[in-house]
């Protein structure tokens, strides 16, 4: 799974936590919670999806470090390396 | 009297009604007038002033004072294929003749089973402000209305005074105008084809949304006074003439309350069992989730006519009573 | 000015036919009448009934003076002044039974028969309240120069109201030819005349109107016959009116529930014994103008007619309700 | 007999669209059952029944628009005993002020709690102008059908029944705030340890152990859980706690977590995701709409950190919860860095005191200092 994929299961996650947004428009530091409005609900939702679509179990440890797009496909990545 | 090469005349009301009998008096040779006075005396208030002298004693007919004997005698002459207009000197007095106008001329195609129309017409002076105390002031055109056979017409404008005579007599059915006494004098212009004018419908006589005020006769003339100075403060106030009490045009008021959704009906008879609780009450029935206020009425105090001028005026309905009512219930009463 | 006592001359010689048509007559009012008082008990005819049992002598005396074109104003006791008048007995039959083909559609009853081709104005039920009524029929008459007579049937009773008055003095102030018809039954209700009349000589009372007068036996239909053509003819000739007194008598109460405190059952036995029927019928059989064949088949006559017009008043359908408010006002302009 | 109405499902609803009915003619039902949805201008509502009983006949089509208290349904009962749902909130229809037809009418058209508008006629009557003064008309519209509400229209109903509520609030309810700071760190840590042996499914977000310190707190000081109805305080015996849910879109909801005190943290987490869920696509039930008892707002994740809440009427008290900061924390004469949650009370002075205020304030501090009890 490529960097590619990896973004498109994230935007799809996003999409559906926020079918207002367009994720696609993210700038890949931009803060997501801030800018798509996910609260913490939304947070742990998108963290169930990941670990349902990625099988990628993040700790709540990791949460604060999953503020951008760049930091997630780095952590993604570097978790299904 | 006219001047009909003017386009416009101007005459009292007084007048406007003697113009409408001599009319009615030409086109019609079954037309007469009876009642106390109208000939040699010319009439209580003068209306038929004059007439004796054009048409005649046979037409021009004084009576003796025997209400229930002349008007049951305008009864039998409207059976008898004659188109009689009763005069009858006030509303007062006609209480000596309730018995032949409620019990028979209200009743007689109906008994019949609709063999025996009365094509009669009764005009009386009605209506209190001129101190003539309890037995001359009475206002009971909304208590006739009451009865169902005959109509109750209340011309309160020139165009009514001239028009509505010549309505009533083409009418089959007993016709009852009542002339507010207050109003003889008025002056004004009249076009001078005035003609025939409807008796069954009432009239939108100024526009407004804020308020219907809803009234007849003497008291509609109040009704447009109070109006205008509402109007300066903002306050559009519509206005209707009832001109018929019976039947009752109610569409035309209830059309306007519910654009309004406020309705005061002013009525210079007594308040209870009036028309205008009968008013009142098809406004409930009709357009009660219309209604941004209680209906209110303003009516005459429930006292015998007192003599003294300033008792008088304190039973009619007054102007500054009628703004004051409007401005509590649209809410600018400060 | 003239007086008459018409009653007290001797009756005139008629002939057959007459005498059998005025007995004819008197006996088909006395005979709906008792009709109508079997149908009251059985709920047939409900309201105020007010049977004429002996006073038929007036109704069709009186009547005989009168043409088509004249016009009849009639009290709350009109069966007979109705039938006479020529309205159909089923028609009136019908009418007390509240019935679509009474000749008030159901809308009147007993006390307010109509008829517009007979010029019957009808049963009255306001005492005096037809008076003035008569007066202005008349009053149209005159400004239409037709000579015509409106005749206006009145109880002793009538005399106390107002618009006796008035009326009698209309018409003779203006020269209205009404013949007014007064049926004095001695009783208004159950006042006897002397205690609502401090005059109970009501033929009197028109002369201060200056009104032409007669009194007649109200029981004696020659008598009235007579007497009302002479009267009549005074309207029709002079065009002004006359009071016209029928001293009479009713043999049933006033209406149907009514006990009769008023009067003892020893006077009403002696008026009936001067039963108008029986009286004119004795005396015709007595001068051979009539005998018991011809009372015979009057009486089967009549009785078949009052089984057609119960056949017909029962067979009759109900006014529609839909037609309730029918005619309150005119369904046409007036021409 | 029982007849199933329209509910009321708000103080601001005045009438609701049925959008489909989940029963037919002949069904039985038992009480609790969800037998119908209903749009109304705040979400698609499944209503329940209140009666066991047996469906015999559907008096309104899907599609109808009807007012509050219509009847929907007949239902055949075995006892003609008619078992009412606690009146949570009083029905619009029970305003008792004077209020004029043409008002009342504008009112249900334009979905205004009458109860939360101040009446400017004479005698202090609500008159026309008071509704148009708390909703103004809107430009003509096409009309409504179910399921495909205008969203613009959806949003400015709601807003004004927002509005409407809040004004209302405002108006009548004399509030108190009390505000304070809690050290965090015992319940962080604690949590943090529990979520850590948890699959991702199973965490317990920080909001849990909050609601469910306010449960406790409540329950010893009970008076704040309740309603001030009609001139009086009603201390309510269940505990149904709103929280406040912001919706995408803008507006937002309170439904509630029904009987909130009997539930442990694994399950007001459970109820806690499926009311949001719930709330955000549609699909609440109608005792969730209306039978709060007492309303939880935490803005924590905004990075508020004090929030001053407006109570929602008739309930008279909101809890309210801002970020968790870390800040400098003395205790014991040690300055330390702590997780700090600012809380705050806001309360119906008519109802409670400061005092009590106080108490409930201390009370969730306490539970939030013990969290292994929660």
């Known amino acids: 799974m490529n960097e590619n994929d990896i973004k498109e299961v994230i935007f799809t996650i996003l999409k559906r936590l926020a079918p207002e947004s367009d994720p696609s428009e993210l700038a890949p530091d931009e803060n997501i919670r801030k800018a798509l409005d996910i609260d913490s609900f939304d947070a742990l939702n998108f963290f169930v999806r990941i670990d349902e679509e990625l099988g990628v179990s993040v700790p709540e440890a990791d949460y604060g470090k999953l503020n951008t797009l760049t930091e997630m496909l780095a952590y993604f990545s570097r978790r299904l390396a | ?334 | 000015m003239h007086r008459k006592e018409s009653g007290k001359t001797k009756t005139d010689m008629v002939d057959s036919v007459h005498a059998r048509h005025l007995l004819h007559s008197m006996i088909r009012i006395r005979r709906l009448e008792e009709k109508c008082a079997e149908l009251y008990s059985a709920m047939k005819i409900r309201g105020f009934l007010h049977l004429y049992d002996g006073e038929e002598a007036v109704a069709v005396g009186v009547l005989e003076a009168l043409t088509g074109d004249d016009a009849v104003v009639a009290t709350y006791r009109e069966h007979g002044h109705a039938l006479i008048r020529g309205i159909g007995m089923g028609a009136i039959l019908a009418e007390m039974y509240g019935k679509q083909d009474g000749c008030s559609r159901g809308r009147g009853g007993s006390m307010h028969l109509f008829d517009g081709k007979a010029r019957f104005y009808g049963g009255n039920a306001i005492v005096g309240g037809g008076l003035p009524m008569a007066v202005g029929l008349a009053l149209a008459d005159k400004m239409q120069q037709r000579s015509r007579v409106t005749c206006c049937f009145f109880g002793d009773g009538a005399v106390a109201e107002g618009e006796f008055h008035e009326s009698m003095n209309l018409a003779a102030l203006w020269h209205l030819p009404v013949l007014f018809v007064c049926e004095n039954n001695l009783y208004a209700m159950g006042t006897a005349l002397k205690y609502s009349q401090a005059v109970v000589d009501l033929a009197t009372k028109a002369a201060s109107y200056g009104v032409a007068a007669a009194a007649v036996d109200g029981m004696d239909v020659l008598a009235v016959e007579k007497a009302a053509k002479e009267a009549a003819e005074v309207v029709r000739g002079s065009g002004k009116p006359f009071f016209f007194e029928c001293r009479t008598y009713r043999f049933r109460a006033h209406s149907m529930y009514d006990p009769e405190l008023y009067r003892s059952k020893a006077e009403v036995e002696e008026w009936k014994g001067r039963c108008p029927i029986a009286t004119f019928a004795g005396k015709m059989k007595d001068q051979g103008t009539v005998g018991d064949g011809d009372i015979e088949k009057i009486e089967q006559d009549v009785a078949r007619e009052i089984d057609e017009a119960v056949a017909f008043a029962e067979a009759s359908p109900w006014e529609s309700l839909e037609d309730l408010t029918r005619f309150v006002y005119s369904e046409r302009r007036a021409p | 007999m029982a007849e199933f109405c329209m509910p009321s499902l708000g103080s601001d609803m005045q009438a609701g669209t049925l959008i489909e009915w989940r029963v037919q003619q002949g069904d039985r039902v038992r009480r609790r059952d969800v037998i119908a949805v209903v749009e109304t201008d705040k979400a698609a509502i499944e209503i329940e029944v209140y009666e066991d009983g047996v469906i015999e006949s559907l008096l309104v089509e899907p599609g109808e628009k009807v007012a509050v208290g219509t009847a929907m349904a007949v239902i055949g009962t075995e006892s003609a005993v008619k078992e009412q749902a606690m009146p949570a909130i009083s029905a619009p229809g029970m305003h008792r002020g004077k209020v004029s037809p043409y008002a009342r009418t504008l009112a249900a058209a334009r979905g205004v709690d009458l109860n939360m508008v101040i009446g400017t006629g004479p005698e202090g009557a609500i008159c026309a102008a008071d509704i148009e003064q708390a909703a103004p008309a809107e430009p003509a519209k096409p009309a409504e059908q179910p399921g495909e509400v205008a969203e613009p229209t959806q949003r400015a109903a709601m807003r004004r029944a927002i509005a409407s509520a809040m004004a209302r609030s405002k108006r009548e309810i004399p509030h108190y705030y009390l505000q304070t700071r809690i050290d965090m760190h015992r319940t962080l840590q604690w949590l943090a340890s529990e979520n850590a042996q948890r699959p991702i499914k199973e965490r317990i977000l920080p909001v849990v152990p909050l609601i469910r310190a306010v449960a406790l707190a409540l329950g010893e000081v009970p008076e704040l859980n309740g309603y001030w109805l009609d001139d009086h305080h009603r201390i309510s015996e269940a505990m149904h706690i709103g929280f406040v849910i912001a919706l995408r879109q803008g507006g937002l909801m309170a439904p509630a977590i029904l009987h909130a005190d009997a539930l442990g943290l694994d399950e007001l987490m459970t109820a806690l995701r499926d009311l949001i869920q719930r709330a955000r696509s549609g699909g609440l039930r109608s005792t969730e709409m209306t039978d709060a008892t007492v309303t939880i707002t935490s803005l924590g994740d905004l990075g508020v950190e004090t929030v001053y809440g407006i109570i929602y009427p008739p309930q008279v008290a909101l809890v309210g919860f801002g970020k968790i900061i870390e800040q400098p924390w003395a205790e014991d004469g040690m300055l330390g860095i702590r997780p700090v949650l600012t809380a705050t009370l806001a309360a119906d002075h008519r109802a409670t005191d400061g005092h009590r205020g106080a108490q409930f304030l201390d009370a969730l501090n306490r539970y939030l200092q013990e969290p292994e009890k929660l």
């Open chain 2, 1 to 334: 009297m006219t001047n009909s090469d003017k386009g416009l005349h101007k005459l009292t009301y007084r007048e406007a009604v003697r113009e409408a009998i001599r009319e009615a008096m030409h086109k019609d040779e079954r037309v007469f007038l009876m009642g106390e006075d109208v000939g040699r005396y010319g009439g209580c208030f003068a209306v038929s002033k004059g007439l004796l002298e054009e048409f005649g004693s046979e037409r021009i007919r004084d009576t003796p004072l025997s209400e229930s004997g002349f008007v049951g005698a305008g009864i039998g002459a409207a059976l008898g294929g004659m188109r009689p207009i009763v005069e009858v000197m006030t509303v007062n007095f006609s209480l000596l003749a309730a018995d032949q106008i409620l019990n028979t001329a209200a009743v007689y195609l109906y008994m019949s089973g609709g063999q025996f129309n009365v094509p009669l017409v009764i005009r009386m002076a009605t209506g209190g402000g001129r101190q003539l105390a309890a037995q001359h002031s009475r206002s009971l055109e909304g208590w006739y209305a009451h009865i169902p056979g005959i109509k109750v017409v209340c011309p309160a404008t020139l165009e009514d005074a001239r028009g509505m005579l010549w309505t009533a007599l083409q009418d089959p059915d007993p016709v009852l105008i009542f002339e507010n006494a207050g109003l003889y004098n008025m002056e004004g212009t009249v076009t001078a084809t005035a003609g025939p004018v409807d008796i069954d419908r009432a009239r939108v006589c100024r526009a407004g949304k804020d308020i219907t005020i809803i009234s007849y006769s003497a008291s509609l003339h109040k009704s447009i006074e109070a109006a205008a100075i509402l109007a300066k403060e903002g306050i559009e106030a519509e206005v209707i003439d009832l001109r018929s009490l019976r039947p009752l045009d109610e569409q035309t008021f209830l059309n306007s309350v519910a654009a309004s959704h406020r309705a005061l009906i002013v009525d210079e008879g007594c308040r209870s069992g009036s028309i205008a609780a009968e008013i009142a009450a098809r406004i409930m029935e009709n357009v009660f989730y219309e209604l941004d206020a209680p209906v209110a009425r303003l009516c005459s105090v429930e006292v015998p006519m007192p003599y003294a001028g300033h008792l008088e005026q304190a039973v009619l309905p007054q102007v500054d009573q009628i703004v004051n009512l409007v401005r509590k219930m649209v809410g600018a009463d400060g």
